[in-house]
């Protein structure tokens, strides 16, 4: 079966810190790269971070020296840590994944809510 559980949001005051965890499948999490995305209330949904099996591929220009992706193959988990949160980063955070050549095709799980606010 393959699944996508996102978990560690929260509340968190501007300035603060967060790290979310993403338990993938083995299926979705052993393919070419996983990723971190976010939706913001009224927006589109964007991609925050894709790193595949020889690390971080990318990060978006809004996040990039606050939030560290990272993955850990033993428990077949992605994380995102995320410093220096800005009222701009609340969203619901959702991870998944893709194959060599493929887009994020997997059914989105259920995403883990952020918000920052004093």
């Known amino acids: 079966q393959v699944q996508l559980v996102e978990s560690g949001g929260g509340l968190v005051q501007p300035g603060g810190s967060l790290r979310l965890s993403c338990a993938a499948s083995?299926?979705?999490?052993?393919?070419?790269?996983m990723a971190w995305f976010r939706q913001a209330p009224g927006k589109q949904r964007e991609l925050v971070a894709d790193?595949?099996?020889?690390?971080?591929?990318y990060y978006a220009d809004s996040v990039k020296g606050r939030f560290t992706i990272s993955r850990d193959n033993a428990k077949n988990t992605v994380y995102l840590q995320m410093n220096s949160l800005k009222p701009e980063d609340t969203a619901v955070y959702y991870c998944?994944?893709?194959?060599?050549?493929?887009?994020?095709?997997?059914?989105w799980g259920p995403g883990t809510p952020v918000t920052v606010s004093s």
């Open positions: 998944n994944g893709r194959q060599y050549g493929s887009g994020y095709t997997y059914s």
């Open positions: 083995r299926t979705i999490f052993n393919g070419y790269a």
């Open positions: 790193i595949n099996q020889s690390g971080p591929t």
